[in-house]
């Protein structure tokens, strides 16, 4: 604060026969005039501060919504209540902490009435009847131009000689001291009264000082303490409040942590049923590979592209497919595991600093003044550049909570996708083995009705093979019976070319000779046509027997590999419960 002076040295002034007072009054010395004091601020806040609201992000399922409202939402909703209370008994503090502040700084204004510092203070300043200022204060035309000031101080007489000496005083004062062999000056008697008139003023003001700080160390003392010991009040209660809330978190935390640890357990359990299932589904592969396999080795025209053949292909490219996205499913579910787990251990980190965090502030608020273990701890009020605020640290714990959540919900709806998945691998399987054995059925059917075929016209061809053989044998022996027949015609022109001269001649008889000699050998070139075509038949019966036989034996043998064989294998084809990883092989 500056204080002015006030210019009321006025020659007519009566300065005589009064007391001197260190702190002067309406008379002479001059009085030091200062403005009024400044209200204090206000302290009070203008507007209270709405408490923050915290968006809650809607889940997909109803499952976890209603897991998000009981551990989450009424926590968050229960916190924004206690903090708008808190906030409302802050105000009011801080409106009567104001009211007393410019209480006391209104009775720190009044001036203190002590007799013994009002006699300390006071001294005669009255040095005779003439009320005249002392001699040692400034004097009535001390403020008027001086010859000391018109002209530089010289020697006092010839006689004195000497060597004039600065100083950084003389440069202050503006006064040229002068050394001569007998005395030394610096100062001039103005300069002297004006330096006492400054100490007394120096010595008033320390004084007043003196007396405010005495007045306001003891308020200060009261109202601190009263304050000191409010604040650690309301320090106490946030204390309480803030171990409330780290432990509504800590509990909510818990629930989330269990939950999650639920979730991998079954995760876990899935993901064992998921191997096997695989492992099971080298069953009907390495039957249907086998299958294909065997009938591979049917011979010559037997090897066939049937719709046997053509669902086996497929069943194997059905299991292909199956297991391809079973195994992308298993390694999902190996990737959502490591997921879980780590949504698990950050819970568990954050459960544990939580679970920390309740211990200290639960100590906290049983400390007091007379607690043991209360110390000086240096450096304990700095606030590292790292410290997080309190919306943050909400954040933090409300998005720790969401991602967990998030992430439980996409193990659940990896788990119903395994299971869809699971569920149609293993009746499409079981649709496609019945398709299989159906159409293999079918071919080993009309397999048999062949063999069957075959067989009875085995039995004609052989039936008919004899007959024919029998026919030859009995037609050699017709043309055998004609040889008689021609020995006997040939015998009888023979004996008749003897006749002598004219009596061999071309008779009716030897007519008729001739006409039973071309008729024998007609008869003769027509049944050996006949046992011509007659071995034509036989040999086309011996093939036909033996392509026969040959086809019964190849379709015995493909019926064989297709009932004996695959039929067989087909038989331990596991079921849809055991595909779907329910039961134990």
């Known amino acids: ?12 002034a009566e300065c005589v026969g009064r007391t001197i007072e260190l702190n002067p009054g309406s008379a002479c010395p001059a009085p030091l005039i200062c403005p009024e ?10 507007k209270p501060p709405q408490p923050a609201l915290v968006a809650l992000a809607p889940h997909p399922d109803e499952a976890g919504q209603v897991h998000l409202l009981q551990n989450i939402t009424g926590s968050a909703m229960e916190h924004q209540k206690l903090q708008g209370d808190l906030q409302a008994g802050v105000d009011e503090q801080q409106m009567q902490l104001a009211d007393i502040r410019a209480d006391q700084y209104k009775q720190s204004q009044v001036p203190a009435r002590i007799p013994e510092v009002q006699f300390a203070r006071a001294i005669d300043p009255e040095a005779d009847n003439l009320r005249n200022p002392p001699c040692y204060l400034p004097q009535q035309g001390d403020d008027l131009p001086h010859k000391d000031q018109l002209m530089p101080m010289g020697p006092i007489g010839p006689w004195a000689s000497g060597k004039v000496d600065w ?3 003389a440069g202050m004062t503006g006064t040229r001291p002068v050394v001569d062999r007998y005395s030394i000056t610096r100062y001039s008697p103005n300069e002297w009264r004006t330096r006492n008139h400054e100490t007394v003023q120096v010595v008033n003001g ?4 003196a007396d405010k700080n005495r007045f306001s160390s003891t308020t200060e003392f009261l109202r601190l303490s009263a304050l000191v010991n409010k604040s650690q009040t309301e320090t106490t209660d946030r204390l309480r409040t803030r171990a409330q809330l780290i432990g509504k978190w800590k509990n909510t935390l818990e629930n989330a942590i269990r939950a999650m640890a639920d979730e991998i357990a079954t995760m876990e359990v899935e993901r064992v049923k ?39 292909v497929n069943e194997l490219s059905l299991i292909a497919e199956i297991r391809r996205l079973m195994q992308k499913t298993l390694e999902d579910f190996e990737m959502q595991q490591v997921e879980n787990r780590t949504a698990r251990q950050r819970l568990e980190y954050d459960w544990s600093d939580k679970k920390e965090a309740y211990e200290i502030d639960t100590l906290n608020v049983g400390l007091n003044n007379l607690s043991r273990t209360i110390m000086f701890r240096p450096g304990a009020v700095r606030q590292p550049p790292e410290q997080a605020s309190e919306k943050y640290w909400e954040h933090f714990s409300m998005e720790t909570l969401d991602d967990c959540e998030k992430c439980r919900l996409k193990s659940v709806a990896l788990r119903n996708t395994l299971h869809s998945i699971m569920m149609n691998g293993a009746r499409d399987m079981r649709t496609q083995a019945d398709v299989v054995e159906k159409a293999l059925t079918s071919r080993i059917n009309c ?4 063999v069957q075929r075959f067989e009875n016209d085995l039995k004609d061809v052989l039936q008919s093979l004899a007959d024919v053989e029998n026919r030859i044998v009995l037609m050699k022996r017709r043309i055998s019976d004609f040889d008689a027949s021609m020995k006997v015609a040939q015998t009888r022109m023979d004996n008749r070319g003897y006749r002598p001269n004219v009596e061999n001649c071309r008779d009716l008889a030897q007519q008729e000779l001739i006409d039973g000699v071309h008729t024998i050998q007609s008869s003769v070139s027509a049944l050996l046509h006949e046992l011509a075509e007659s071995e034509q038949v036989k040999a086309d019966l011996v093939s036909s027997r ?6 019964i034996m190849l379709k015995r043998r493909s019926l064989f590999i297709d009932r004996d064989r695959c039929m067989q294998l087909r038989s331990h084809y596991p ?11």
């Open 575 to 585: 079921s849809a419960n055991t595909l779907s990883g329910n039961s134990q092989m």
């Open 37 to 46: 004091p400044e209200e204090p601020p206000s302290h009070r806040m203008k």
């Open 206 to 209: 320390t004084l007043g000082k």
């Open 546 to 551: 033996a392509r026969l036989e040959r086809e």
């Open 447 to 450: 397999t048999q009705e062949a």
């Open 274 to 312: 998921l191997r096997k299932s695989l492992v099971v589904y080298g069953v009907p592969e390495s039957i249907a590979k086998e299958c294909i396999e065997k009938r591979a080795t049917r011979p010559d025209t037997e090897l066939v592209r049937d719709q046997v053949e053509e669902e086996l």
């Open 167 to 169: 100083s950084p005083m």
């Open 1 to 12: 604060m500056k204080c002015h002076e006030k210019n009321s040295h006025d020659p007519s």
